[in-house]
Every structure is written in structure tokens, then in C-alpha cells.
């Protein structure tokens, strides 16, 4: 039996492969959903710290995660609007509260470094000293557009007793007011910071 050749009206030929295309379009909506309008953005911290090429030292340091009060000891990330305000930035947040976030970039950077060995307070570890303290500022000043940091950080040996303690500070201006501009300025700030408290560490024997 002969066959007959079919034949698709190119009208009906253009509409199935718009179809086709909308069909794509679609399933590709679907794997990649957009931000919704009104939706809290997540932010993680992180830090460069190079590796530093100076001769290691023979002790073992525990961390343990800072102690903050109020609204730092959460996932908020804060906005000093003036002298004796403080406020939330909209539609933001930290992936963690602070003071762990805080605690694992001090590990990591330290890590980073490559001069010191470290873990963290509750790993099952024999330390040589422990680093404590306070983040006492971590916030988005809104007059001036900048960030500013605060950790008092301690020192403490063996017999649990405190020999050495110093604050370390930096603040770094924000490009803008949108929130992934401040988390960038944060970024840069807490790398300062960190640098200073690492080589105290390796450095300054108490």
C-alpha cells in the first residue's frame, strides 16, 4: 500500500513551535524563580586573609563565639540612625546570628593565615590559650554611610585566667545604602579587624 505524504499548514507549523518555545520558557521559570518584590535577602561574611609565608607557631588556640547583648546578638544586621537609636536594615538578615557568624570567620581567617593552629572551643582539643570577648559594634552607621566594627577580644591561658585583652576596631565606607553594599563594606571591615587580631596573636606573647 503506497503512503500519502501529510502535510502541516505552516500556520499550524509556526504555532507549535511557539508553543514549544513558551513550554521552555515556562519550565525555566520554573527552575530559576525570581526574588519576589518584599522578600528578606540572606547574607553571609567573608574574608580574604592571605596565606602568610613567616614561620609557624607551636600553639594551639581555641575560639570560642563572642558574647554580643541585644540586637547584635541576633540575625539582624544594625543601623545606628543616631547617637542613642538604633534600628534594622529592611529586608535583610544574617544567615546565622552574628556571634556565630563572628566565630567561624575568626577560624577561618586564622585558618587563612596558616601560622597558628586552631579549632573551635567546644571541638574535643587541647588548647594552649582560648580568644574570648565582645563584639561590642557591628553596624551600619547611616549619617556617614559606613560600617563600623568593635571586637574586645581576651586571651586566656590554661589555668583559665585572662593574660592579655585589646580591642580592635575598623570602619570602611559603603558604595551605597543597599544592603548587598553594607554586607560588601562589612566584609572589608571585618577583614581589617581580623588582620590585626591574628598578628596580635602571633606575635604579642602574653
Not at 554580643?68 to 538604633?86: N, Q, T
Not at 566584609?187 to 604579642?204: D, K, P, R, Y
Amino acid at each position: 500500500m503506497s503512503a500519502f505524504p501529510f502535510y502541516v499548514p505552516q500556520h499550524l507549523s509556526v504555532l507549535a513551535r511557539m508553543g514549544a518555545t513558551l513550554m521552555l520558557l515556562a519550565l525555566g521559570a520554573c527552575a530559576l524563580p525570581q526574588a519576589r518584590e518584599g522578600e528578606t535577602r540572606v547574607f553571609a561574611l567573608s574574608v580574604d586573609i592571605a596565606a602568610n609565608e613567616g614561620p609557624n607557631v607551636e600553639r594551639q588556640l581555641l575560639v570560642d563565639a563572642p558574647s554580643a547583648a541585644g540586637l547584635l546578638d541576633s540575625e539582624r544586621i544594625v543601623v545606628r540612625a543616631g547617637a542613642d537609636e538604633l534600628g534594622l536594615l529592611r529586608g535583610a538578615r544574617w544567615s546565622a546570628p552574628l556571634p556565630a557568624l563572628w566565630q567561624g570567620l575568626m577560624i577561618s581567617a586564622i585558618e587563612d593565615d596558616g601560622r597558628l593552629r586552631v579549632g573551635r572551643e567546644r571541638d574535643v582539643l587541647a588548647g594552649d590559650e582560648r580568644l574570648i570577648g565582645e563584639l561590642r559594634a557591628f553596624e551600619y552607621v547611616r549619617d556617614t554611610q559606613q560600617v563600623r566594627i568593635h571586637f574586645h577580644a581576651k586571651r586566656v591561658d590554661r589555668q583559665q585566667r585572662i593574660v592579655a585583652e585589646r580591642g580592635f576596631e575598623a570602619s570602611v565606607a559603603a558604595r551605597g545604602s543597599d544592603a548587598a553594599d553594607v554586607v560588601t563594606a562589612f566584609n572589608a571591615a571585618s577583614a581589617a579587624a581580623l588582620s590585626q587580631l591574628i598578628e596580635w596573636l602571633v606575635t604579642e606573647r602574653p
